[in-house]
Nanobody, 119 residues
Framework: QAQLVESGGGLVQAGGPLRLSCAAS????????MGWYRQAPGKQRALVAT???????NYADSVKGRFTISRDGAKNTVSLQMNSLKPEDTGVYYC?????????????WGQGRQVTVSS
């Protein structure tokens, strides 16, 4: 069983930066996906960014050019640098570890970190 420990986030004014980090308690699979989802108030959880073990990254259109995901396979960590934050980026951000590519059946989730962007 993997546990994901998240850190970072908090409160920032619009235009400012924040960083999220997530560390897995186990050695992640050599073929896996790690990333971040967020849940805004009253909305469903949605993709923010993911990074595969092969090096490919994927971003939600709304964060392209502002957010950067990075993954360290040796340290079993994934981070999200968020720049030029907007009030609509507010929500709870969840770290994802998907050890089986192509299926969400074995997904692990962190407990979530609050990100609040004030206007």
């Amino acid at each position: 069983q993997a546990q994901l420990v998240e850190s970072g986030g908090g409160l920032v004014q619009a235009g400012g930066p924040l960083r999220l980090s997530c560390a897995a308690s186990v050695s992640v699979s050599s073929i896996s996906t790690m990333g971040w989802y967020r849940q805004a108030p009253g909305k469903q959880r949605a993709l923010v960014a993911t990074a595969s073990s092969g090096g490919s990254v994927n971003y939600a259109d709304s964060v392209k050019g502002r957010f950067t995901i990075s993954r360290d396979g040796a340290k079993n960590t994934v981070s999200l640098q968020m720049n030029s934050l907007k009030p609509e980026d507010t929500g709870v951000y969840y770290c994802l570890y998907r050890p089986r590519v192509g299926t969400s059946e074995y997904d692990y989730w962190g407990q979530g970190r609050q990100v609040t962007v004030s206007s």
